[in-house]
């Protein structure tokens, strides 16, 4: 949690957020039905699906209203006035890139990229070794400088795989060759792990949490998909080149 | 006649699931896993939970109670490990142990700590249990009697209460915390008219929101972003010697352990407030009544024995509105209410008809759990603390990997993910910025029960409020509802402290 100040400040903010979703909430649930008939049922304004929305919404207009008051009395004018010259300064930028802010940025961004572009379209294994060797570089291997160079490595290859996959390139290529995603997918580990050896050899300590770290991001997905999909029975949100071959293995009849 | 015939169901019950060997296993080893995820700082009882829901969704449901109910009361213990070692509480829960349990350590007694705070974790999950299996027939009896007003009024309550002793920051938080968790109660079609709300023509929210998934990623996603943003926490870890049972200190001890117990119970049972709470209440009270406050913070056994005491009891506490009212006492307990749905269970004042043994289920495996618990305390330990040497920057990403393949199992649905994520990266500003979760969770849980006894309320007394103020139990809802918003008022708490110092000025001079 911030401190009160900040906190104070960021609560007007917050505060019109809330008020902003309660007059959402209400606006939609004005497009309800309320007294005129839906699926051939007269509507009487106490069985109205509007009902309960607008009950919401007006609680959150009301609340967010307060929490406004409530930090406006706390910081004043003043408080809002610093506020605003912060967002027109460049201190925002120097803000933003703060080193907390940027270890921020490298977990939201990896775990965004690996639901939303790995996991629906590359096969669970490789994206999920992936997933686990960038964040144990940025975050148990390297240094901050390490986090900023792979954070920036993340979003291009985020995008990469993005333009491949939502573009339809993945479908024309895997016309000759098949599961394209997974193939890039173990170019990319490869690449990462030849930049970790390259990097860390002449720092010991940081080659042997790599090490460490190499050997957990192969073992934990296995450990964790094996017993989903082969315990469990539930199969994977995408099955390409590994599960292909762990079928075969499992399933097959000595 | 009915008593006898429920405590031979009882042991029936217990004697049934020693005799099964995968019962013994699961029971055993779910405890042990609790126990690692409470002992790492990071990880709490409520994760462990959530990711166990989506690995017992194919068993049977006495068997995923079993492992979830285990995994919670080891979990819950768990905490006191790196609270007492290492000065850094493993879970929440376990924040107020380390008040005497690290200068415990300090003195070289970490084993006489660890001993102590097992004893005393087994004893307050047993004296829990007994008031679930006591209190619960009663609670049901008289939760029979409810309409949907005061089932609508419950919710209310229950909302606001969570939203009201889970605010971090300002209690207006906590309530605006549980309005946007009924807000995202209403997305799907509407259980009445099944009028598609909030949806946005997307199909798959047609159903709702899935309640499991967004609980993996309200509780999941900010513990892993919170963890990572940080930095590795070096602390020097006390060393363990050999653990004693500390029999004797307990027993001396009986009538503080009653009585945290009983606070641990008490708070458990309060919708949305968790076993920190209880803890630091238990904790509060033991140094208000000691004769020599001034040991506390310095290795007092006793303010081991209250928080771990009522941090455990808060388990069996959290677990009588959950099974008589559907109403989750604590953040675990609504994962374990999602995690009941799943399996076709719907607690509530009717679960004592349409499965009558199941409250005794839960009693049973609460009494196993704790045995367990005490067997693989005193027995474990040595080991399980070596769990506390692994950075938990390699034990969040898979933690990670766990809570997005736990959401998408649950239902095969990539859509989960899709809601999961983003639902966790908004709790995680939410309490970057004082907003408590708890009441939010509440909130996605209670919206349904909510919204429809509130039309169905209206729609009995053709829209009118009347009989909220013509029935008891809806009265005295309603009453404590506007005293809770009430109280929160400056002018209100300046007219409090004015009569109570007319008052006390009155009884001066009588005095005189």
Request: glycine content about 10%; overall charge neutral.
């Amino acid at each position: 949690m911030m401190e009160i100040e900040r906190l104070r400040k960021a609560d007007i903010f917050s505060g019109a957020l809330v008020v902003l979703t309660g007059m959402l909430v209400i606006l939609q649930a004005m497009k309800m039905p309320m007294k005129d008939s839906y699926g051939g049922v007269q509507n009487v304004w106490y069985v109205s699906p509007a009902l309960f929305p607008l009950l919401v919404g007006g609680m959150l207009i009301l609340l967010g209203l307060v929490l406004i008051r409530t930090a406006l009395k706390a910081v004043g004018l003043e408080g809002i006035r610093s506020v605003l010259s912060f967002i027109c300064s460049s201190e925002l930028f120097s803000y933003f890139k703060e080193e907390n802010n940027v270890r921020y940025y490298g977990v939201v961004v990896n775990l965004l990229g690996f639901v939303f572009v790995f996991i629906p379209h590359v096969d669970f294994f490789p994206a999920a070794i992936l997933f686990l060797l960038v964040l144990f570089f940025m975050y148990y291997c390297g240094d901050h400088g390490t986090l900023r160079t792979l954070l920036k490595c993340s979003l291009g290859s985020i995008t990469f795989f993005g333009l491949f996959f939502f573009s339809g390139l993945d479908q024309k290529v895997s016309a000759t060759v098949s599961y394209p995603g997974d193939w890039l997918t173990f170019m990319t580990i490869a690449i990462l792990i030849v930049y970790g050896v390259l990097q860390l050899r002449t720092y010991p300590e940081q080659a042997r949490r790599f090490r460490i770290s190499l050997i957990i991001a192969v073992v934990a997905p296995f450990t964790v998909g094996i017993i989903f999909k082969y315990f469990l029975l539930v199969p994977m949100p995408s099955e390409g080149l590994v599960i292909q071959l762990l079928d075969t293995l499992w399933y097959m009849e000595f | 006649m009915m008593i006898f015939e429920r405590i031979g169901t009882f042991f029936g019950i217990i004697g049934g699931m020693l005799t099964d060997p995968v019962s013994v296993a699961v029971l055993f080893g779910s405890v042990v896993l609790g126990i690692l995820f409470g002992a790492m700082p990071g990880l709490t009882s409520t994760l462990g939970v959530a990711l166990l829901t989506a690995l017992t969704y194919s068993m049977d449901t006495e068997l995923a109670m079993v492992c979830l109910l285990s995994i919670y009361v080891g979990g819950t213990y768990g905490g006191s490990y790196a609270s007492i070692l290492l000065n850094i509480p493993g879970t929440a829960a376990s924040a107020a142990t380390a008040m005497d349990g690290y200068p415990l350590a300090c003195k070289g007694e970490a084993g006489r700590a660890i001993g102590l705070t097992t004893t005393s974790s087994a004893i307050g999950t047993i004296i829990s249990m007994l008031f679930v299996v006591s209190i619960s027939p009663l609670i049901s009896m008289f939760a029979l009697e409810f309409t949907s007003f005061e089932f609508f009024l419950l919710a209310f309550f229950g909302i606001l209460i969570s939203g009201t002793l889970t605010a971090p920051d300002l209690v207006v938080k906590g309530w605006i915390s549980g309005f946007l968790g009924l807000f995202l109660a209403c997305v799907g079609r509407d259980q009445l008219q099944f009028f598609p709300r909030f949806t946005f023509g997307i199909p798959e929210l047609d159903s709702g929101i899935e309640v499991v998934p967004v609980l993996i990623g309200a509780f999941g996603i900010p513990q892993i972003i919170e963890v990572l943003r940080g930095h590795e926490v070096k602390a020097k870890m006390k060393e363990l010697q050999r653990i004693i049972p500390e029999i004797g200190t307990v027993i001396r001890n009986i009538p503080a352990i009653i009585r945290s117990a009983l606070i641990g119970v008490g708070v458990g049972a309060v919708p949305g407030i968790g076993e920190d709470i209880a803890g630091w209440v238990s904790y509060g009270t033991a140094k208000n009544t000691s004769k020599h406050p001034e040991t506390f913070g310095k290795g007092e056994l006793k303010g081991v024995i209250a928080s771990e005491t009522a941090n455990n009891a808060c388990v069996g506490g959290a677990m009588i509105p959950l099974l008589n009212l559907g109403i989750p006492g604590s953040p675990p307990a609504a994962m374990l209410l999602g995690a009941l749905m799943l399996h076709g269970v719907t607690p509530g004042p009717m679960i004592t008809f349409e499965q009558p043994t199941f409250i005794l289920e839960v009693a049973a495996i609460l009494l196993l759990a704790s045995m367990a618990m005490w067997v693989a305390g005193m027995i474990l330990a040595k080991q399980v603390v070596k769990i506390l040497k692994i950075p938990t920057q390699l034990f969040m990403p898979i933690i990670g990997i766990l809570c997005i393949i736990g959401s998408y199992s649950l239902g095969l649905n990539i859509f989960n993910l899709y809601l999961m994520l983003p639902v966790g990266i908004i709790c995680y500003f939410l309490t970057l910025m004082g907003y408590p979760i708890a009441p939010l969770v509440i909130g996605v849980i209670l919206g349904p029960m909510a919204d429809v006894n509130l039309r169905r309320a209206l729609m009995v007394s053709q829209g009118s409020f009347m009989p909220v103020f013509e029935r008891p139990v809806s009265l005295i809802l309603f009453l404590i509802i506007v005293w809770m918003v009430v109280s929160q008022f400056k002018w209100y708490k300046r007219l409090m402290s004015k009569i109570k110092s007319l008052l006390f000025r009155k009884r001066s001079h009588n005095n005189i």
